[in-house]
């Protein structure tokens, strides 16, 4: 689900990130505004800006026309049904930052630029020395001394420094808390006064985590907001890039062909529930750490077992006749049990 950007700042705030002085307007709502004011039309979507869905005013009668334009018009296939009204602001330099999942590296990644209110594919490309991108792990988090070390390596330093990598430690956290699969900031703009104010924010929940959180599905529930298209995680897709991943690796280190039409998605699975079994015992039981290592070793050579299952196991299709019993087997066949196959790993005590 993506928010719309006044929902996003309204969670941007809950974290202390400052942000513009703004309110949502409606149609023909009468206006009193102290200076310019940026008109921003509420859509699920990016772009807006060169499509013109953000128009400045200076006068109260010039922003209810506006207003009413922005209402009026398509944006990207979507007709706002609010525009959020703030102050603009005088920016000294702007910045981006962002936290979203590597699929590939199956982490949460910080992305952090010192030029802002750009495209970031579009500056990864042309210049990926300005863009500094880190992964860090949902357990250990991103804490402030990390998110340091990312501003700096971008070339910050000083008051700024801290004050830029206590904005995207913030965002971190957001994406943790919130079970976000993006959450971005482009630009933050630095005040003339030293202050980093959010000027636009994209933020994303998974759908399938809106139910854990009351305030976000209370906004899904809004009559007032425009839906944007519903996204799921693909997790086929994870499943299938760890599988291709670990046959290339095989092939590289080993010279040897994968088993003909092999599935390893119950090695998968098994592997994933196995890692968290030890993550238990790693997290009550410390004196088993050296446990913990040696299982591990111990299911990696199960699985690579697995993968080495002969092709008379297959049928002309290149199907398993009986995929449990080929890896039951293998398993029994290397170790009769979990307490044998232990004996052979851990010394008595």
Excluded: W
Excluded at 164 to 179: G, N, T
Excluded at 242 to 266: K, S, T, W, Y
Excluded at 307 to 334: A, L, T
């Amino acid at each position: 689900m993506r928010l719309l950007e006044h929902e996003s700042k309204r969670i941007l705030e809950k974290y202390r990130i400052a942000l513009p002085v703004g309110r949502l307007v409606g149609q023909g709502e009468p206006l009193t505004i102290d200076g310019p004011v940026m008109l921003k039309a509420q859509i699920p979507i990016g772009g807006r800006g060169k499509a013109g869905g953000i128009l400045e005013a200076t006068q109260a009668e010039e922003a209810r026309q506006k207003v009413a334009h922005l209402l009026q018009i398509n944006i990207r296939g979507y007709i706002p049904k609010s525009v959020y009204m703030e102050e603009k602001k005088a920016v000294k330099q702007e910045f981006f930052m962002a936290i979203t999942y590597d699929t590939v590296a199956k982490a949460p990644m910080a992305i952090f630029s010192a030029e802002g209110g750009v495209d970031i594919e579009e500056l990864a490309q042309r210049r990926p020395d300005l863009v500094r991108k880190e992964h860090f792990t949902v357990r250990s988090r991103l804490p402030l001394h990390r998110a340091r070390e990312i501003v700096a390596d971008a070339g910050v330093s000083g008051k700024l420094l801290l004050g830029l990598s206590a904005v995207l430690a913030a965002i971190a956290e957001i994406f943790l808390d919130y079970d976000a699969t993006v959450v971005e900031i482009n630009p933050l703009g630095l005040m003339d006064d030293g202050r980093l104010v959010a000027l636009d924010c994209h933020l994303e929940v998974d759908d399938d985590a809106v139910s854990r959180h009351a305030d976000i599905a209370a906004m899904e529930k809004d009559a007032g907001r425009v839906e944007g298209e519903r996204r799921m995680t693909d997790f086929d897709g994870i499943k299938q890039d760890f599988i291709e991943r670990e046959e290339n690796r095989n092939l590289d280190d080993h010279g040897q062909a994968p088993a003909h039409g092999i599935d390893f998605v119950p090695a998968v699975e098994l592997h994933h529930l196995f890692v968290q079994l030890l993550l238990i015992v790693f997290e009550f039981l410390p004196q088993f750490g050296n446990l913990r290592l040696d299982l591990l070793h111990l299911f990696h050579g199960f699985v690579a077992d697995v993968r080495r299952v002969p092709e008379e196991n297959f049928d002309d299709q290149g199907k398993e006749n009986d995929g449990h019993p080929i890896i039951s087997g293998v398993f029994v066949e290397k170790y009769h049990d979990l307490e044998h196959g232990l004996g052979h790993h851990v010394e008595p005590a």
